[in-house]
């Protein structure tokens, strides 16, 4: 009788593992997604804020140079952002795995 119930006691432990594992990995992605969507709207007012600005100053004050370096530096900006937002969609390799491990070329062969 004991063998049966220290079974199931592990058998129990194993599927709260994975039920939390599987939780962990849900609340992972969404953060993903979440963070995603707030690199896509941002992408999208930069450009929109910049050039609103720089018309702004063109237009309203004539200031053509202040409105150029507006302009460069929201261009600036829509490029880190950019650059981040792509490198971060990349999902790293698990290294955990044995298969994804690579010593290189063996001097030896």
Do not use: N
């Not at 990995?25 to 997604?33: H, M, N, P, T, V």
């Amino acid at each position: 009788m004991a063998k049966k119930s220290e079974k199931q006691r592990r058998k129990a432990e194993r599927k709260a593992q994975k039920d939390a594992e599987k939780a962990a990995r849900a609340a992972a992605e969404e953060a993903f997604r979440l963070r995603q969507e707030k690199h896509k709207r941002a992408l999208i007012a930069i450009p929109l804020i910049t050039g609103a600005l720089a018309l702004g100053l063109v237009f309203g004050l004539g200031e053509s140079q202040l409105a150029g370096i507006v302009g460069l530096c929201g261009g600036l900006l829509f490029l880190m952002i950019g650059l981040s937002s792509l490198g971060g969609s990349v999902q790293p390799r698990d290294r955990m795995k044995a298969g994804s491990i690579d010593f290189g070329a063996s001097k030896d062969r």
